[in-house]
């Protein structure tokens, strides 16, 4: 096969916080083949948490990823809850619910900002990220914290919210709502836009329940899953929300699907806040007794999975940690196959895997360099470009 | 919108004489396996401990036969040898059933289950590399993590042998 190229993406770029390595097989335009490497940014959490109390874990599992930076503590501590057997109190599992779906938000703004970006549509991404700025400002209000909000606590969370808070962050909730339905319309209506994310990269689903694949990677492709509804914890079984579930597996579902999440987050928000119960804000853990728990929650891109195994003592004797990007990149294999090369940024996107890794590609042909990341990011605005030429 | 379907929290509530009618996953584990042995943590959460040459059909019972999701596995180093969990997800109950299954010290090796389930791919490659646990029959069992490092091999950090880095320096 001498026609064949490889296109290595990655690993190191200053702005991601995963670095991963893609080596795309690619014959013509046509990508074949896949494979990824990565452990770049492999930080031993499992090796150091067993030192830590845990009390202290929270803290560390926090910093393993700085968008999800309260789904680790959350699944953490529910892993903690589940072998001692305690149970938070109410109004710390509204609490919970509600800094979590704000977390959902940002992420999924993030992300529908650099699909923009890579598509070259810029104001997408400079107007996506304009309005998570409001909910990082949520959170410093509320936490202390632009991020790493160390809200979360065996048996409870760390700070209330104020009764004086929660008229902004309902307003803020409506500026959401509003810009949101924008964006979806802007997505939708625009042909263009369209014409690049419909069709591409699919993933069936067969080769979402092959791969195991979580979150919204999986739930566009058909799989009905959702650890909130599934396994429901914190106040997630005391308000009314929906799941989206979209059949098609292509980019443009998951793009549907993210943007629809965020409306039913701020559901979410808005319910909690409204039933939000009076009490205590954390139940007092004494012990954590031999045995072993499994926490879950769903992050912005799928299930996080936490396991503890306690020997009685204040210290975990094994601490598992899976992320759900672990799951969903590994899929990047089978929906990458067979599409351009154009297209492959966005399709490895398409996972929210932390990807800021495949702006830094470069091609090698026969020792010289052909492609840099940015060739491949022109490469995709120069399809869009032609795309709307076409339709002018 | 095309193909959007919504489901409401808790819906669609599974039929309760269908769920009656059907063995549970535990029941229908013991009839594939009989030694195996069920701990109940909560209603929720069930390990199933099982010898490891049944490992395959039981894993393959709980994915093809019941419509499980692996989340993942965890190695452990026990006294006893290496304790191996698979941590299969039953999304339309929201229970976890947890395999255990033993290899020890001297023969640390288990059946491969990426032969026919992606999903286990790279978490076999993780434990090998980790605690130097044997997955026969793996299509490609090379370092995950540290493929691109020079960390030496025959060198398991999540083994309770592993000689940490502070203690090096006080000898």
Not at chain 1, 29 to 37: A, S, Y
Not at chain 1, 312 to 319: A, W
Not at chain 2, 30 to 47: F, G, Q, S, T
Not at chain 2, 93 to 122: E, H, I, R
Request: proline residues 7%; negative net charge; hydrophobic residues 35%.
């Amino acid at each position: 096969m001498s026609s064949r190229r490889i296109v290595p993406i990655g690993p190191y770029h200053p702005l991601q916080e995963e670095p991963e390595f893609f080596k795309l097989i690619v014959e013509g335009e046509t990508v074949v083949d896949l494979e990824i490497n990565i452990g770049y940014n492999h930080r031993g959490h499992e090796f150091i948490s067993p030192e830590l109390t845990y009390d202290q874990i929270p803290f560390l599992v926090e910093r393993i990823c700085g968008i999800c930076s309260n789904s680790h503590p959350l699944a953490c501590v529910l892993a903690v809850e589940d072998c001692a057997g305690i149970k938070p109190p109410p109004r710390a599992n509204y609490i919970r619910s509600i800094v979590h779906e704000l977390e959902r938000i940002h992420s999924h703004l993030l992300w529908v900002g650099l699909a923009g970006h890579f598509i070259g549509y810029n104001t997408v991404w400079m107007w996506a990220w304009r309005y998570r700025e409001h909910i990082l400002e949520l959170f410093e209000m509320i936490t202390g914290n632009r991020n790493h909000y160390a809200m979360n606590k065996p048996g409870g969370v760390r700070r209330d919210i104020k009764t004086e808070q929660i008229p902004q962050i309902f307003a803020v909730m409506d500026v959401v709502d509003k810009k949101v339905m924008m964006l979806t319309k802007a997505v939708l209506d625009d042909p263009v836009i369209r014409s690049r994310l419909e069709g591409v990269g699919v993933l069936t689903r067969e080769q979402a329940i092959a791969y195991s694949v979580t979150g919204p990677t999986a739930r566009p492709s058909g799989v009905d899953i959702d650890v909130r509804r599934d396994d429901p914890h914190c106040a997630y079984d005391c308000v009314p929300w929906n799941v989206i579930v979209l059949n098609e597996g292509d980019v443009l579902a998951k793009t549907k699907a993210r943007l629809l999440e965020i409306v039913e987050s701020t559901r979410i928000i808005r319910a909690c806040l409204k039933d939000l119960p009076d009490g205590p804000i954390e139940t007092r853990v004494d012990e954590v007794p031999p045995g072993e728990g499994i926490g879950r929650t769903e992050a912005p891109r799928g299930e996080v999975f936490h396991y503890i195994r306690s020997d009685g003592s204040n210290r975990p004797l094994r601490h598992k940690v899976r992320a759900p990007s672990y799951m969903n990149i590994a899929s990047n294999v089978v929906a990458i196959k067979g599409g351009s090369i154009a297209d492959a940024a966005l399709t490895l996107a398409a996972v929210d895997p932390c990807y800021c890794c495949t702006e830094r590609m470069a091609a090698f042909e026969d020792g010289k360099l052909r492609f840099t990341g940015k060739d491949l990011l022109k490469l995709s605005w120069a399809k869009t470009e032609r795309l709307k030429e076409q339709r002018a | 919108m095309n193909g959007l379907r919504l489901t409401a929290n808790g819906l669609p509530l599974p039929d309760p004489e269908a769920v009656g009618r059907q063995p549970s996953a535990v029941s229908g584990l013991k009839v594939l396996i009989p030694e195996a042995e069920v701990y109940e943590h909560n209603p929720k959460r069930l390990y199933v401990t099982i010898p490891r040459e049944r490992l395959t059909d039981a894993a393959k019972y709980l994915h093809r036969e019941r419509g499980m999701r692996l989340s993942t596995c965890t190695g452990i180093d026990t006294r006893d040898g290496f304790e191996v969990l698979y941590h299969f997800s039953e999304d339309s109950t929201g229970t976890m059933y947890t395999l255990k299954v033993l290899a020890p010290k001297d023969d640390p090796k288990l059946d491969s289950q990426a032969t026919w389930f992606p999903a286990a791919n790279w978490i076999e490659r993780e434990m090998h590399e980790l605690l130097g646990i044997d997955f026969p029959g793996h299509p490609n069992l090379i370092p995950l993590l540290t493929s691109d490092t020079d960390w030496e091999e025959d060198k398991y950090p999540l083994r309770r042998d592993f000689e940490r880095r502070s203690d090096a320096h006080e000898q």
